[in-house]
């Protein structure tokens, strides 16, 4: 099976069918609509604040007093964090590179700061409303965090909806480590079950009107 990411195995979650066609045949490419489009801008803008120091663009002035105070946090900081976790033994998590086709789990955190043994972890979005907050996105990247950073015992995570001028919290303990790498075991052992029966069962849903898989019974497209 193909290391899976929090994006990866949401897509399995909604649809199997549509999970072969973009991560295994790789026979049908899902275009990115206004708003991804949007989204890729903006964390542009924050990752050259970050790493370069440079001025965030006009067009996205509402955010530059947010992205200033979490670069006015004491710590390390760091964009656009790549980090790839190994699965041993007994739920033995290791740290390796991003690409390390051994990898498990693979995640990027948009802003992580280190200041000895606290981190902030910080992911943006720039949807209109929290409402629907996925905060098993930020269990899987404060457990990355715990493995590549081992003296790192407290994470404050959060989901910052920049638009919105919103933000969603959770406070992670190491101790926890295991849990939030193993949030989502059921949706991985499916996947491990439709590699192992190449069976991809299609689902229905609200966003089948947007589905690149057009050779579906479901397609609406």
């Not at 275009?31 to 991804?36: D, I, L, M, Q, Y």
């Not at 995640?107 to 409303?129: E, F, P, R």
């Not at 439709?194 to 050779?215: E, I, Q, Y």
Request: proline letters at 5%; one cysteine or more.
């Amino acid at each position: 099976m193909t290391p899976w990411s929090f994006s990866s195995i949401k897509t399995f979650e909604q649809c199997p069918k549509k999970y072969y066609h973009l991560k295994v045949a790789q026979d049908v490419k899902d275009k990115p609509g206004e708003a991804a489009l949007y989204g890729s801008v903006v964390h542009k803008a924050a990752e050259d604040r970050v790493k370069d120091g440079v001025e965030i663009p006009k067009k996205f002035g509402y955010m530059r007093p947010i992205v200033d105070r979490l670069l006015a946090i004491e710590g390390e900081k760091y964009a656009e964090v790549e980090m790839g976790v190994i699965r041993g033994e007994n739920d033995e998590f290791m740290p390796c590179d991003f690409s390390d086709p051994a990898a498990y789990y693979r995640g990027i955190a948009d802003l992580l700061i280190i200041n000895d043994d606290v981190a902030w972890c910080i992911d943006y979005k720039t949807g209109k409303s929290s409402r629907y907050a996925d905060l098993r996105q930020l269990d899987l990247m404060a457990g990355a965090v715990f493995v590549h950073h081992p003296q790192v015992r407290i994470i404050k995570s959060a989901l910052l909806f920049v638009v919105a001028n919103d933000i969603v919290k959770k406070e992670h303990l190491v101790e926890n480590k295991v849990k939030y790498l193993t949030t989502f075991d059921r949706q991985v052992s499916q996947l491990e079950q439709a590699f192992s029966d190449d069976v991809w069962n299609p689902k229905t849903g609200p966003l089948c009107g947007w589905c690149p898989v057009k050779d579906c019974a479901h397609s609406r497209g």
